[in-house]
């Protein structure tokens, strides 16, 4: 899987989010990291052939079957970003505070128990992806479902029926605040440096 897109968009001499990674065999991880952006979203992303397929969730996640949560497909991130967590620094894409608010395990619903990665990219193919999550938070099924009539990067997350819905789920509830407070903070700081400066740094 190519990382050049990822690449791309990214200075590496001024943010310190990683470049590479290499998975454990037998073991897919999946996180969620509360990203505080120019606009506050959830970045959802799966291991699966040894990148991060991710999702930025306006929304964030929902445990609740009745939401169903926008989730635009972004560019593939090296595997070593499930354990980045801090500050991109303004100027830079993405500028902003990464919080990691979910990390665990994660199994394919169909899984013939061969072909992980080759299931895996079929569904993300053919838009329909079902997962079981193993995490502190988010638990249980879930789909992530493209939509057909609209921009070709728009799917939904959408939590399945099962023992581990919460119903009226807002992930901001389960988000200590003292990260908010940060992000707000640094959100701030960047207005009023982008104010005083003629030229503000790119
Ligand atoms: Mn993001």
Redesign the pocket.
């Known amino acids: 899987m190519s990382l050049a897109r990822y690449k791309q968009k990214r200075n590496f001499g001024d943010t310190t989010e990683p470049t590479a990674g290499k998975p454990e065999k037998g073991k897919h991880v999946f996180v969620v990291?509360r990203?505080h952006?120019t606009r506050l979203?959830y970045?959802f992303r799966l291991e699966v052939d040894g990148v991060l397929k991710s999702w930025?969730v306006p929304k964030g996640p929902s445990l609740d079957p009745a939401d169903k949560r926008l989730a635009m497909q972004?560019e593939d991130h090296p595997y070593d970003y499930k354990d980045f967590e801090g500050t991109i620094p303004k100027g830079n894409y993405?500028a902003g505070t990464?919080y990691i608010w979910d990390k665990g395990t994660f199994e394919l619903l169909r899984d013939d128990g061969k072909s992980f990665d080759k299931e895996a990219l079929k569904e993300i193919q053919a838009g329909d992806l079902k997962v079981v999550l193993n995490g502190k938070k988010l638990k249980g099924e879930f789909a992530l479902v493209k939509m057909k009539a609209s921009d070709d990067n728009a799917w939904l997350l959408i939590k399945h029926r099962d023992k581990y819905v919460k119903e009226k789920y807002d992930s901001e509830d389960y988000t200590p605040e003292r990260v908010k407070a940060q992000g707000l903070r640094e959100k701030e700081s960047g207005r009023k440096k982008k104010a005083q400066s003629p030229h503000p740094g790119r």
């Open positions: 990291q990203h952006a979203h970045d930025a972004v993405g990464v």
